[in-house]
């Protein structure tokens, strides 16, 4: 059974970080590209970055700078760093492995599209 929790969610100010984590069984780095998707309420689901099986990464422009995507292979773990953080990226947070590079209406998406945790909200105050 995959399954993929997330954890690191927590509530700032702004300028503050958090570090999300994504611990994941069934499956590994190698199955396919993994990274994070966030929805914030009345807005799509967003992909905000991501990480492929060789190691490559993007970034949304919107978190270019700031966040930083890592994995530790040992720990079947993917982690999302996240500076500077602003009210904007006020959010639910989920960890994906099977990366389609498009944007859903909502997060998660049908089933078909990737494995998906089951959220950490992000909350930003100004």
């Known amino acids: 059974e995959v399954q993929l929790v997330e954890s690191g969610g927590d509530s700032v100010q702004a300028g503050g970080s958090l570090r999300l984590s994504c611990t994941f069984s069934?499956?590994?780095?190698?199955?396919?590209?993994m990274g994070w998707y966030r929805q914030a309420p009345d807005n799509e689901c967003t992909l905000v970055s991501s990480?492929?099986?060789?190691?490559?990464?993007r970034y949304a422009d919107f978190v270019k700078g700031r966040f930083t995507i890592s994995q530790d292979n040992a720990k079947n773990t993917l982690y999302l760093q996240m500076n500077s953080l602003q009210p904007e990226d006020t959010a639910v947070y989920y960890c994906?492995?099977?990366?389609?590079?498009?944007?859903?209406?909502?997060?998660?998406?049908?089933?078909?599209?990737?494995?998906w945790g089951q959220g950490t909200q992000v909350t930003v105050s100004s």
């Open positions: 990480i492929t099986r060789d190691g490559s990464i």
């Open positions: 069934g499956i590994s780095f190698d199955d396919d590209d």
């Open positions: 994906v492995l099977g990366i389609y590079y498009t944007n859903y209406g909502q997060c998660p998406p049908s089933k078909g599209f990737g494995y």
